[in-house]
């Protein structure tokens, strides 16, 4: 899925949001098992999963009848989120949450590099880079789950003068 709606940037301007969507790359929950899972009330869950399905980024996976009613299993409406527009508040709402899930992963493993590359050497890694991740195979649902996180962006553009005004 890629974003471009206000909708969709609002949806990731919030960290629980996050969370939410991650929780649901594990498959599809009702609301009570997304607020248990991740220690939150259920009016909290039940908001932002409202915001995150007004965006399109959430859907109802299936109903199920319960004694009293009928209850709603939520999944993710994609398998990975894109973006070509960076927007400052997303961004920040998305590296605060994937922060929290390095912090309690011993192996993560996370680089920033900033490299010189022409056009053409640029458009390569990109183009490399979005196939590696997007050609991942994945395992069964008994093993462990990764986050993948790929970012490729100029470092300070040409156009705009730096610090010292040049």
């Not at 599809?28 to 999963?49: D, E, N, Y």
């Amino acid at each position: 899925m890629e974003i471009r709606t206000p909708a969709q940037f609002k949806a990731l301007a919030h960290p629980f949001r996050h969370r939410l969507l991650f929780a649901l790359g594990s498959g599809p929950a009702t609301i009570s098992q997304l607020a248990s899972g991740l220690g939150a009330a259920k009016g909290t869950v039940a908001h932002h999963l409202k915001v995150l399905t007004e965006a399109g980024m959430v859907r109802t996976a299936h109903t199920r009848q319960v004694r009293g009613g009928t209850e709603q299993y939520h999944e993710r409406a994609f398998r990975r989120l894109t973006g070509e527009t960076a927007d400052a508040g997303a961004t920040s709402a998305l590296f605060g949450a994937v922060a929290e899930e390095l912090a309690g992963d011993p192996d993560a493993l996370l680089h920033l590099r900033h490299l010189r590359l022409t056009p053409a050497q640029a458009e390569r890694l990109r183009a490399t880079l979005d196939a590696l991740v997007g050609e991942a195979e994945e395992a069964g649902a008994d093993q462990p789950r990764y986050g993948i996180l790929v970012s490729l962006y100029r470092h300070g553009h040409p156009a705009q003068p730096g610090p010292s005004g040049r």
